[in-house]
T-cell receptor, first 110, second 113 residues
């Protein structure tokens, strides 16, 4: 069964304190791995798509990496406005649906 | 491009009533998806349309749920005889052909009392 597990469930950081979020997955043939940001009461906002092991993508303070079993979202020198829930999802080769993890809720304090 | 629009944003209904939600996707997107999200969980897939054809349905989509996408434009999701367990955020998303990422709407939060 295709599955996504994210850790930690919650992460508290001080402003400027870099860290990483983990997304472990099992899928029958990976078509793509997706990272989304979700603010309270809103829909997920697309961040990155990764397609193959070794691929990396960056956007401002965020960098996503992918291996054959997991993905990391690295946050460098976070700011309070980075506080949100970060969702990881995979799409299998044979499917159209995205399979989401439960997310990591990040809180950054100044 | 005004994004994916969902209406209403919030809906409170009594158990046993029927409710209908609307989703207007990004105009050039031919694929439309419905997801459900409960507190502390990631979104769960409900159903998928390519143009006007409903191509995939999750086992979560019981016979009380029905979705349509007439003429391949907007979509509606109807829940009949609502139950308290239906309380959730219902998210609509659209995309061009894979492997592009989805664009989600802001969701409709349903509360069944």
């Amino acid at each position: 069964e295709d599955q996504v597990t994210q850790s930690p469930e919650a992460l508290r950081l001080q402003e400027g304190e870099s860290s990483s979020l983990n997304c472990s997955y099992t899928v029958s043939g990976l078509r793509g791995l997706f990272w989304y940001r979700q603010d309270p009461g809103k829909g997920p906002e697309f961040l990155f798509t990764l397609y193959s092991a070794g691929e990396e993508k960056e956007k401002e303070r965020l960098k996503a990496t992918l291996t054959k079993k997991e993905s990391f979202l690295h946050i460098t020198a976070p700011k309070p406005e980075d506080s949100a829930t970060y969702l990881c999802a995979v799409q299998a080769q044979a499917g159209t649906a995205l399979i989401f993890g439960k997310g990591t809720t990040l809180s950054v304090s100044s | 491009d005004t994004g994916v629009s969902q209406d209403p944003r919030h809906k409170i209904t009594k158990r046993g009533q029927n409710v209908t939600f609307r989703c207007d996707p990004i105009s050039e997107h031919n694929r439309l998806y419905w997801y459900r999200q409960t507190l502390g969980q990631g979104p769960e897939f409900l159903t998928y349309f390519q143009n006007e054809a409903q191509l995939e349905k999750s086992r979560l989509l019981s016979d009380r749920f029905s979705a349509e996408r007439p003429k391949g434009s907007f979509s509606t999701l109807e829940i009949q005889r609502t139950e308290q367990g239906d309380s959730a955020m219902y998210l609509c998303a659209s995309s061009r052909d894979s492997p592009y990422g989805y664009t989600f709407g802001s969701g409709t939060r349903l509360t069944v009392v």
